[in-house]
């Protein structure tokens, strides 16, 4: 068994697991296993649904804000959110301005499938009487 030093140390600063505030995701087998997709596409998946999870069931956050959840660049959230979108994992709606080309209002949706994969995550976790994760 690995003993760690008691002293405070980078994790000890950049994580609180007491703070009730504290998020997660956890990622469906299915998605983890698609070869098609890269770490980001996974980790924007993840992000979307839970932030899509309001009443409208879509996300309206801007490549910026998703870039800063992700911990990668907004070229690369543009990338990836157009992939996903070729392969049918989300389906993007925007509001242009009359006489510009600039999205007024983006609405990100994720697929059905998808959001069913990780209700069922959320559903197990809520059978295990000790809240622990279903893995």
């Known amino acids: 068994m690995a003993i760690f030093a008691k002293s405070e140390n980078y994790l000890d600063k950049q994580y609180n697991p007491d703070n ?3 998020q997660f995701t956890i990622t469906p087998l299915e998605l983890q296993t698609d070869k098609k997709l890269n770490s980001n596409d996974k980790a924007i998946i993840a992000r979307l649904v839970s932030l899509s999870n309001n009443n409208n069931g879509y996300c309206y956050a ?9 911990g990668c660049t907004v ?6 959110l157009r992939k996903l979108s070729e392969l049918g994992y989300i389906y993007k ?5 009359d006489n510009d080309i600039t999205t007024t209002k983006r609405k990100i949706y994720v697929h059905p499938t998808i959001k069913r994969l990780y209700k069922r995550i959320q559903q ?11 893995f």
Request: hydrophobic content about 20%.
């Open 124 to 134: 197990q976790s809520k059978q295990n009487k000790k809240g622990s994760a279903p």
């Open 93 to 97: 709606e925007s509001r242009f301005t």
């Open 75 to 80: 070229r690369s959230i543009g990338n990836s």
């Open 62 to 70: 801007t490549d910026k804000v998703l870039s800063t959840y992700v």
């Open 20 to 22: 009730p505030s504290y």
